[in-house]
C-alpha cells in the first residue's frame, strides 16, 4: 500500500460513506447507537431473532464495517485515511469486543469480525481508541443498569 493516500482512496471514502446515508443504513447505524448489550446473550437475543428488524440491522452494520476493514487490510484503501475517517468501527467493534469470545462460540463462527478485530487492534493508536471506546461503552452499560435497578 502507498504510504500516502491518493486520490483513489479518497474517492473510496466518499463512497464508503456514502453508503452509510443510505436510508436502512441510517436506521441500521441509529439502531446501533442505542443498542448495548450486556454480555453475549443481549447480542445473541438479536442475532437470532431473524423476523426482527434489528437482526436485519445488526448484520448490515457489522457486514459493512467487516467489508470495510477487508479493503484496508488487503491494500485498496490506505489505512491512515482510514483511521481518520472511520472512527464509527471502533465505536460498534467496542460493544461488543469484551465478549466477543462468546459470541464467536455461540454462534460456531471463529471468524466474525476477525477483520475488524485486526484493523482495530493493528496500531498502537487504534488499541488505544478502543480500549477509550470499551470504558465509554462499560459506563453506559453501568449507567444503563443503575436506571433499570
Same mark, same amino acid.
Given at each position: 500500500?502507498?504510504?500516502?493516500?491518493? &486520490? @483513489?482512496?479518497?474517492? *473510496?471514502?466518499?463512497? /464508503?460513506?456514502?453508503?452509510?446515508?443510505?436510508?436502512?443504513?441510517r436506521k441500521a447505524r441509529k439502531w446501533w447507537g442505542s443498542f448495548s448489550p450486556s454480555n453475549a446473550d443481549d447480542f445473541m437475543e438479536i442475532a437470532n431473532a431473524f423476523a426482527v428488524p434489528e437482526n436485519a440491522w445488526l448484520?448490515?452494520?457489522?457486514?459493512?464495517?467487516?467489508? &470495510? @476493514?477487508?479493503?484496508? *487490510?488487503?491494500?485498496? /484503501?490506505?489505512e491512515e485515511l482510514f483511521f481518520d475517517n472511520g472512527g464509527e468501527m471502533w465505536f460498534i467493534f467496542s460493544k461488543v469486543s469484551p465478549f466477543l469470545k462468546?459470541?464467536?462460540?455461540?454462534?460456531?463462527?471463529?471468524?466474525m469480525l476477525a477483520r475488524v478485530e485486526?484493523?482495530?487492534?493493528?496500531?498502537?493508536?487504534?488499541?488505544e481508541r478502543l480500549k477509550t471506546m470499551e470504558a465509554r461503552q462499560e459506563s453506559r452499560r453501568v449507567a444503563l443498569a443503575a436506571k433499570t435497578s
Open positions: 500500500m502507498a504510504k500516502k493516500p491518493t &486520490a @483513489a482512496d479518497a474517492q *473510496l471514502i466518499l463512497q /464508503l460513506y456514502d453508503l452509510r446515508r443510505e436510508p436502512e443504513m448484520r448490515q452494520v457489522l457486514g459493512y464495517w467487516d467489508m &470495510a @476493514a477487508s479493503l484496508v *487490510l488487503r491494500g485498496a /484503501l490506505n462468546e459470541i464467536r462460540a455461540k454462534m460456531k463462527s471463529p471468524q485486526k484493523l482495530a487492534t493493528k496500531t498502537k493508536e487504534g488499541r
